[in-house]
C-alpha cells in the first residue's frame, strides 16, 4: 500500500509540474495546423520574450502546491513582475484619497504588467482551444487594456480621452514601436540584409487605408457643410455607417488571417528552438484571466477618472498623456518584444506586432467604440479634429512609404521614431481648456464664431 501511494503521489507531481493533470491530451489534440502555432499570432510571441523560464520548485502534490505553481508561472514569471505592487498600491491610495496624480501614475505602473499576462493567459489558452477559437481570442484581447480603457472613457462621457487614447495607440505602434524595431535592428545588422514579406505589410496597410478614409469623411463633411444641428446629427449617421462598414472589413481580415492565408502572418520562428507548451491549464488560465481583466478594469476606472487632475497637477496637456503616455505604459511589453525581434532579424514578427495592433485599434476597436455609444445613446463620431486627423494621415502614408519595397535599413526607422518626437511635441503644447472639451470648442475649426 505505501509503494502505491508512493507511485501515485510521485505522478500527480509530475503533472502538476507542467501546470495541469490533462495538458498532454489539449496539446495532442490542438497541435500545429496551418500558418498558426495554437493559434498564437505574431503579437503573442512578441510578448512572450518578455517571460522569464519558471523552474517549479513551489510544487507539492496539494492544492496548495497546483496554486502555487500556478502563481509562480502567471506572477513571478514574467520581467515585469517588480511593477506588481504598483497595483494595491493604487488602490490602498484611492481608498485613503491620497492626492489623484499618484493614483493616476500608480494605476499606470500597475496596468504594464497586467497587459503582459493578459497575452501570456491567451496563449496558454489558445493551447487547449486549437488555432482558429486560439488566434480569435488572441485578436480580441491583445489590446484588451485599451478596449476596457475606452469603453470607460465611453461610461464616463469622456469622448476626448477615449479618442485621444485609441490614436495614441495606432500613432505609438506605427511611429514608436516599428519605428524603434526598424531603428535597432538596422544598427544591430548593419552587415546583413534585412527583409521581410511584403504582402503583410500590404494588406495591414490597405485595411489602416480604410479606416483612415472613414475618419476623414466626416471631417470633410463637417467643414464643406458647415457647422450646425443638422450638419452634427450627418456627422454622426455617418460614422456610424462607416463604423459599420470597418467591423465588416475587419471580420474579413479575420478570416483572411486564420483560414485563407494564415502562411502570410505566421510567427517565425527558429527551427532549432525548444516547442513551448503550456505551463498551466485551461481552467486555471481561464480564472486568471478573468481576474486580471476585473483588475485592469478597475485600475482603468482610476486612470480614466484621475487623468483631468494628473494634467493639472503636472501641468501637461491632457491630450498629451492620452495620445503619447497611457500608450507607452499600456504596450510596453509588447513594444520590447518587438524590438528584440528586431535585434534577431526577424522583422516579420516585428511587423506583425506593430501593424497588427494599430489595425486591430483602428478597424475593431475604433468602430466597436462608436456603435457600442450608439447603443448607450451616446453621441461619439469618427470626427477626430483636424490636428489629430492629419497626424493620424501622415502617420500612415509615411508607414505605407516606409514599407513598400519589402527591405530595411536603419534610417527607415530613425525617420518614422523622429516622426513620433514631432507629433509629440506638437501634443505635448496643444493645451485645450477643460471647459471648452467639455463644450465641445475644440472641433469648430475653421467655422468658430
Known amino acids: 500500500m505505501d509503494q502505491y501511494h508512493s507511485q501515485v503521489h510521485q505522478q500527480v507531481s509530475s503533472e502538476l509540474e507542467n501546470g495541469d493533470v490533462n495538458y498532454k491530451e489539449g496539446l495532442n489534440s490542438n497541435n500545429i495546423k496551418g500558418g498558426f502555432v495554437n493559434g498564437k499570432t505574431p503579437q503573442n510571441v512578441s510578448s512572450s520574450i518578455m517571460r522569464k523560464k519558471s523552474d517549479p520548485k513551489l510544487v507539492s502534490s496539494n492544492v496548495l502546491g497546483y496554486f502555487l505553481t500556478n502563481l509562480q508561472e502567471v506572477i513571478l514569471g514574467t520581467k515585469l513582475a517588480v511593477l506588481f505592487p504598483a497595483i494595491p498600491l493604487a488602490i490602498a491610495a484611492d481608498y485613503y484619497k491620497f492626492g489623484r496624480p499618484w493614483i493616476f501614475a500608480l494605476s499606470l505602473l500597475g496596468l504594464t504588467p497586467l497587459a503582459e499576462r493578459v497575452s501570456f493567459l491567451t496563449e496558454q489558452i489558445a493551447y487547449f482551444t486549437g488555432p482558429t477559437v486560439g488566434g480569435l481570442l488572441n485578436a480580441t484581447c491583445g489590446n484588451a487594456t485599451e478596449l476596457i480603457i475606452a469603453i470607460l472613457a465611453l461610461y464616463q462621457n469622456k469622448i476626448h480621452v477615449l479618442k485621444y487614447s485609441l ?149 501637461i496637456s491632457v491630450s498629451f498623456l492620452s495620445i503619447i503616455l497611457l500608450p507607452i505604459v499600456g504596450n510596453a511589453a509588447e513594444h520590447a518584444g518587438s524590438v528584440i525581434f528586431a535585434f534577431k532579424n526577424k522583422l516579420d514578427i516585428s511587423l506583425g506586432v506593430a501593424l497588427g495592433s494599430a489595425t486591430q485599434i483602428s478597424m475593431f476597436v475604433v468602430p466597436l467604440c462608436v456603435v457600442v455609444a450608439w447603443t448607450m445613446n451616446i453621441h461619439m463620431d469618427l470626427d477626430f479634429s483636424l490636428l489629430e486627423t492629419g497626424s493620424l494621415a501622415f502617420t500612415i502614408i509615411i508607414t505605407a512609404f516606409t514599407l513598400q519595397d519589402g527591405t530595411s535599413h536603419y534610417m527607415k526607422g530613425l525617420l518614422l521614431f523622429l516622426c513620433y518626437i514631432v507629433i509629440a511635441a506638437c501634443f505635448f503644447v496643444h493645451k485645450i481648456p477643460q471647459n471648452q472639451i467639455s463644450q465641445g470648442k475644440p472641433f469648430t475649426g475653421l467655422f468658430a464664431a
Request: net charge negative; proline share 1%; with cysteine.
Open 167 to 315: 490614436l495614441g495607440s495606432i500613432l505609438s505602434n506605427l511611429l514608436l514601436v516599428l519605428g524603434t524595431s526598424l531603428l535597432c535592428g538596422g544598427l544591430a545588422n548593419l552587415k546583413k540584409e534585412q527583409k521581410y514579406d511584403r504582402k503583410q505589410a500590404d494588406v495591414n496597410s490597405l485595411l489602416l487605408l480604410l479606416g483612415l478614409l472613414c475618419h476623414m469623411l466626416p471631417l470633410m463633411f463637417r467643414y464643406a457643410i458647415g457647422e450646425g444641428t443638422a450638419t452634427a446629427f450627418s456627422t454622426l449617421e455617418l460614422s456610424r455607417v462607416s463604423s459599420i462598414i470597418m467591423l465588416i472589413a475587419y471580420v474579413a481580415y479575420i478570416f483572411f488571417q486564420l483560414k485563407t492565408h494564415r502562411q502570410l502572418f505566421d510567427a517565425q520562428e527558429e527551427d532549432d528552438e525548444e516547442e513551448e507548451k503550456a505551463v498551466i491549464g485551461f481552467w486555471s488560465a481561464f480564472t486568471w484571466l478573468a481576474g486580471m481583466t476585473i483588475i485592469i478594469a478597475l485600475l482603468s476606472e482610476y486612470v480614466v477618472g484621475t487623468i483631468e487632475a494628473a494634467s493639472d497637477s503636472w501641468g
